[in-house]
């Protein structure tokens, strides 16, 4: 395929602890078209975090990459140099964070860090200026020129996520990531930068790799849909089908407790009882069975492998073999 | 910038009235009358009043304390019991011998003390980092007079290598006075600064703004140097600040020990003697240095964290 941009082969990574061998993240397989928006859902500590610092290979120091590979424009990730992957980063591949009150400098002005970014560039550095009020403009921050001299503190949360963005796509990047990036704004906010996210994609033409737990947002915004549980994928497939028909249990009940599709007012909001496997010590067979009502016999000790269902949808479930063969 | 550097020149006056008008208070309740110290035992009563008036000392406290500000705010620290010269001479004259030593002190042992503590951080748990470790924490606990013996011993009349006593004359006689003084009471500061910055500095490293440095790709240096050490070095500046303080009382030591001209000394050698005049305005100029000193650590880590300015 001509238009991958990011290929996720087989990546398995481990986190070293004191109580052995943490699997953060277990076989996990997907890939991100050139232009296309592809969301990851999941609980917290589901690896979404893991992979995002693997793909950027900003992990911590305890962190071993088990097997797999992470190709981008069909060269390892994990093969390159430091000095190769550091050309890479904010060029090539930049991310927004989740936290826009922490994300930035804040000794250094709004300014000063959006022209330290173009460090690649060899442009003078009143271009480089023009260019950082330009974005910000194009992010919605009114009067860019003045506030290029502001620093972080003085500017609201929303405002610091869409300059975060602005910075994120200064370099016209291929691949956009975004972790979680509205989690930390309220409701109204959350659809400001949505929106503003699905302009500057349409304009800048990059992929991106959206993070969220918000099932409406990823809905909203995506593609195609990688649903992750406990470190590996369980299912993914196109935005439509995986909302519409589900194919693994614990994206049923993930949709089922999303406040936006209950369709009757509930006193209590629906959960999925039971916790996430410890990931030091997994149980044998499928990682959801204890908090899946529709277990089989198999469950307990087969690890049901991620299926093509149709084109595209793949899921990791042995209730989708039951169905095939009875 | 400015509405912050007025409010905080208005509380460092606040400061230094509270510590003279506690000072001048407390030197009085010291027992011992100075006028039958200064005369001696035989001295006739006419003799002691006539002393007492000259020195106010028959005026009730309140009053002297007021001609003691009234004094002040035109300039004049009193006149020194013995000699009969202005104590403000005498305190300026000590004043820059002690300026120099502290000074000096502060600045090695801080550029030390920054760059041991740097380097620790950039490589935590290693073995670097350990031996940084129990450097620093062998520095932070020997005692300044310890120390200062020591040197005097080792490098002053075994190896000869520096001047054992005085301050010198010239700059570069006075730059050779300077350095056992200064290695003894700044060498707890090395260690001290040393552990202050690893702390700090780690504590910056993990912040999310140093991973969003790094995820554009900036060049590891830039972000150490520039992204976390200007925030980390924000509590050691107040520090090095207060330490001003603390320096002025090693440089007592200091300053007996090496036979040294200076503030310490002079405030010692006045107490003893109950010269209230000069005890007070060295007390003044000491408080004062420190005020000056805990104000300007505060100016600076304004000028480098626009948070500061504006939290006030």
């Not at chain 2, 010692?268 to 109950?274: E, F, M, V, Y």
Request: proline share 5%; hydrophobic share 45%.
């Amino acid at each position: 395929m001509t238009d991958t941009l990011l290929e996720i082969d087989n990546l398995s990574v481990d986190y070293e602890t004191g109580r052995g061998d943490l699997q953060a993240l277990r076989d996990i397989t997907f890939n991100v078209n050139k232009g296309e928006i592809v969301g990851i859902v999941g609980e917290s500590g589901c690896g979404k975090s893991t992979l995002i610092s693997s793909i950027l290979r900003l992990t911590a120091p305890n962190t071993r990459f088990r097997e797999g590979e992470i190709r981008f424009k069909g060269q390892d990730l994990l093969q390159v140099s430091e000095r190769h992957m550091r050309d890479l980063r904010g060029a090539d591949i930049s991310i927004v964070f989740q936290d826009p009150m922490q994300t930035h400098n804040p000794v250094l002005t709004i300014g000063q860090q959006m022209l330290d970014i173009q460090h690649r560039s060899k442009q003078s550095k009143a271009d480089k200026r023009a260019h950082a009020t330009k974005m910000l403009g194009a992010v919605g921050i009114p009067d860019p020129e003045a506030r290029l001299k502001q620093y972080p503190h003085e500017f609201s949360g929303g405002m610091r996520q869409r300059i975060a963005i602005a910075m994120a796509l200064m370099s016209e990047p291929d691949l956009l990531i975004a972790d979680e990036p509205t989690t930390a704004l309220d409701a109204t906010l959350e659809v400001q930068i949505i929106e503003r996210l699905q302009e500057l994609q349409r304009e800048f033409h990059c992929a991106i790799l959206f993070i969220s737990h918000h099932l409406g947002v990823i809905a909203e915004l995506c593609d195609r849909v990688v649903v992750m549980y406990a470190g590996a994928v369980v299912e993914s497939g196109d935005v439509r089908e995986i909302f519409h028909d589900p194919k693994h249990p614990y994206t049923r009940r993930l949709i089922e407790c999303d406040p936006g599709h209950l369709k009757e007012r509930a006193r209590v909001l629906p959960t999925i009882p039971g916790e996430v496997p410890d990931l030091a010590n997994l149980p044998g067979g499928c990682i959801f069975r204890d908090r899946c009502d529709q277990a089989l016999a198999r469950c307990a000790t087969e690890v049901p492998p991620l299926d093509q269902l149709k084109e595209g949808h793949h899921a990791a479930c042995w209730l989708n073999h039951e169905e095939a063969t009875s | 910038m400015l509405k912050f550097a007025t409010r905080r020149f208005g509380l460092s006056l606040l400061i230094l009235f509270v510590a003279v008008t506690v000072m001048f208070l407390m030197i009085r309740a010291v027992p011992g009358d100075p006028v039958q110290i200064m005369l001696g035992p035989r001295a006739t009563p006419e003799l002691q009043a006539q002393l007492t008036a000259a020195l106010g000392l028959d005026q009730p406290i309140w009053k002297q304390l007021l001609i003691f500000y009234g004094n002040l705010l035109q300039g004049d620290l009193g006149t020194d019991v013995f000699s009969g010269r202005a104590v403000t001479d005498i305190v300026f004259q000590q004043l820059p011998y002690t300026l120099e030593l502290i000074f000096a002190s502060i600045l090695w042992s801080a550029t030390l003390g920054i760059a041991l503590g740097a380097y620790a951080a950039a490589h935590p748990n290693t073995l670097i980092d350990r031996i940084a470790a129990a450097i620093s924490v062998s520095f932070v606990a020997a005692p300044a007079f310890v120390v200062a013996l020591l040197a005097l011993l080792v490098f002053a009349v075994h190896l000869q290598w520096f001047p054992a006593i005085g301050a010198g004359d010239g700059f570069l006689d006075r730059l050779d006075h300077l350095v056992l003084p200064a290695f003894a009471i700044g060498l707890s500061w090395v260690g001290y600064i040393a552990r202050l910055v690893r702390a700090s500095m780690l504590e910056v490293m993990g912040e999310s703004h140093v991973r969003t440095a790094r995820a554009f790709g900036i060049a590891e240096r830039r972000v150490v140097m520039v992204y976390a050490l200007r925030i980390a070095i924000l509590p050691v500046v107040t520090v090095i600040g207060v330490g001003m303080g603390f320096l002025l009382s090693s440089a007592v030591f200091a300053e007996i020990v090496f036979a040294r001209p200076g503030l310490g000394k002079l405030v010692i050698d006045s107490i003893t003697t109950r010269n209230y005049p000069i005890v007070m305005g060295s007390v003044l100029i000491s408080t004062a240095l420190f005020v000056v000193s805990t104000a300007l650590a505060d100016l600076i880590n304004a000028l480098l964290d626009p948070r500061a300015r504006t939290s006030h």
